[in-house]
């Protein structure tokens, strides 16, 4: 399964490439087979999304996961807070803990 990834133009945010526009959330990305290029191409040129590539990937029962280490860390946030790792099924996700 391919992949794709980059960071959105306007927040900086890492994306996910959902099929037809960008998620905060690996869990949403599709898979893009062979047209990862065209697909890109297509949305850099349209400014959305910055320094965006495509990456391996399977899909498991708890959702599409990132083949190398530092896409995944890129997908859940932080590893020395886990606290502060993205879970978007948390209806709190995105809120600060004190």
């Given amino acids: ?3 794709l990834t980059g960071n959105d133009l306007k927040s900086g945010a890492v994306v996910w490439w959902t099929g037809s526009e960008w998620s905060l959330h690996v869990e949403d990305a599709a898979d893009v087979g062979e047209h990862a290029d065209a697909i890109l191409a297509v ?9 965006s590539y495509a990456i391996e990937a399977e899909r498991t029962s708890d959702g599409v ?5 530092k896409d995944r860390i890129r997908a859940l946030g932080p590893t020395v ?10 209806p709190a996700a995105g809120e600060w803990v004190i």
């Avoid at 949305?43 to 320094?51: L, S, W």
């Avoid at 996961?65 to 280490?69: F, T």
């Avoid at 807070?81 to 948390?90: G, M, Q, S, V």
């Fill in 65 to 69: 996961r990132p083949a190398h280490i």
């Fill in 43 to 51: 949305e850099e040129a349209a400014r959305r999304v910055n320094a």
């Fill in 1 to 3: 399964m391919k992949i």
């Fill in 81 to 90: 807070r886990p606290d502060l790792t993205l879970k978007p099924a948390d």
